[in-house]
Each structure stands twice: as C-alpha cells, then as structure tokens.
C-alpha cells in the first residue's frame, strides 16, 4: 500500500483517542470497534468481532479519528479522485482531503442528532452535496435515492466501508441499492475470524478474495432452485420471502464447510490444473487446521 503524503499524516498517538486505546488494532478493526459502540448505543449490533471502547475515551472524538485513520490507510488505494464516466461517484474539483472532511462531518453530525437511531429520516435531511459525498465514499454508481432504502442500506451509508453490517442477517451487507458479499462479515464470530486471518495473512487482496467467493459461494447455491430432474428453474433474490441464509441453520459449521471443499478438491482432482488443486487444498487444508486450533 503505497504510503500517503504529509498532509495525510495520522495525528500523534497523544491526540488520538482511538490509537491510545488500541494501538495493536489495525485502522478497520479500529472504525469495527468505534462504530459497534456508536450502534450499540441505539440498540442496535456491530461487528461481532469487536472490541470494547475504554469508558474514558470520547465516543465523538473516536468517530472522529477512527474515520480518519482508516481513510489515510487506505484512500490512496481505493478512491480516485479523477471525475468521469469511469468514476461517476467522483466530486467535480473535489480532493482526498475533502472526501476525507465532508465525511467525517456526516459521521459527527449523525451520531449527534440521532443519525444511527433513525438512518432513512436522517439521510432525507441530507442536502445533495452531502449525499454525493455518501455516494463517493461508497463507491455507488448511481446518486442516492432516500425514499427508496431499506433500513440496513440506509445505516450503512453512514459507516465506514469496513465498519458496514448485515443487520438482517441474510448474508449480504446492503449499502444504498447496492449488495455486497464479505468475509468476515459483522456476524462471522471473533475466533472464526482469527481463523481465517491467519490463514490468509500473507495472501494478497485478489487471492483473498478468491477464497471469500469459494466460502460464499454455499449462499448462492443455497437460494438456485431445481425441479425433480435436476433442471434449474430460478435463482431466489434479497428480500424474497423463500431467500435463506445457510449460517443461520442450526446445524452448520464453518469446519464442516472447510472439510466439504476438501472433498470436492479430491473429487475433481483429475479435472483442475495440478496447480490449481494443490493451491486450494492448501488453503483449504490450512484454514481447518486453524479452525480446530482457534474454534471450539
């Protein structure tokens, strides 16, 4: 990650209430942490894997630097700000340090005037400058429409990209009309995630996101539909009454899901690349190892 330029420079540990607290915890485990305490607040869950704030730290100013340190970690590889057909969410003449600004006023001002209680009434309030900068944080093609969200993709447009929850619990993290897969997710329990950061530590972003697919990809099975010969008939869809989440079942097991990929691997070894299976089974063989070593 290539580094940032002065005027991107995190405040000193002395002034920054969110790196006295927690030091060791990296900027998106640090806005996990911060915006679990902000929904909790409310009534409401954050990530599962998060740490509890020191009652001595102000939740305000936590907002503050959590956001900020998260966005000079990792603005210079996931924004740009050239405006084009090719970044419809970019701001016309705006720079990284008023992405950086605009947004954290937002966060400020929603968790000072009930933003998180209420996100839908909160948004509506929201003047079109604000909601483009919403829009640009999140990557979102299509300018915000506030009469059309539902509660969850209205609440995540006001957190951080990788503090975002699946509040429903359907597998998906809606953020505006937008539905994305992850993995960890705000449910995914703390020692799974140990897990599975060990194994992929060393793992760059594409790799590791060839494995969440993999590990995902039991939710897009779980909603395809078939007839008694097997044909596919339909694929149900998020908000379907018959859409179903397989994490939710009482009966499953994130080992039971590493074991199942090893038994493919083994079964269609003679029809992959060599390369390819001994690439797989050794995640694989390694994120179960890690499982039985972290999960209960």
Known sequence: MSSMSASFVSKSSLEDPVRVSSKHRTSDRQVQDVFAAVLEQVGREGYASAQPLPESISVTEAVRSSWENWFNEFSSTR????AGSGS?????????????????QILVSAYENG???TPESFLKKLSCEEL?????VHHLADPIRTDSLSPEAALNLLLPPDAQVDENRDGLTAVG?????????SNTPSNVRMAWEATTKDMTEQDRMLYVMQLSSQLLTANM???DNGQYLRSSEPGDADWVNPQLSADFSFK?????????????????????????TKFWSTFRDNLNLFVE
């Open 79 to 82: 924004y740009t700000f050239t």
């Open 225 to 227: 539909h078939f007839d």
């Open 132 to 136: 483009a900068t919403i829009q640009q």
């Open 115 to 117: 933003g998180y209680a």
């Open 256 to 280: 039971r899901q590493a074991h199942a990929r090893l038994e493919y691997l083994n079964h269609f070894s003679a029809q992959m690349p060599p390369e390819q299976y001994q690439r797989d």
């Open 177 to 185: 009309a937008a539905y994305t897969i992850r993995f960890p997710d």
């Open 88 to 104: 419809p969410s970019v701001r016309e003449n705006k720079t990284a340090s008023d992405l950086r600004t605009d947004y954290q």
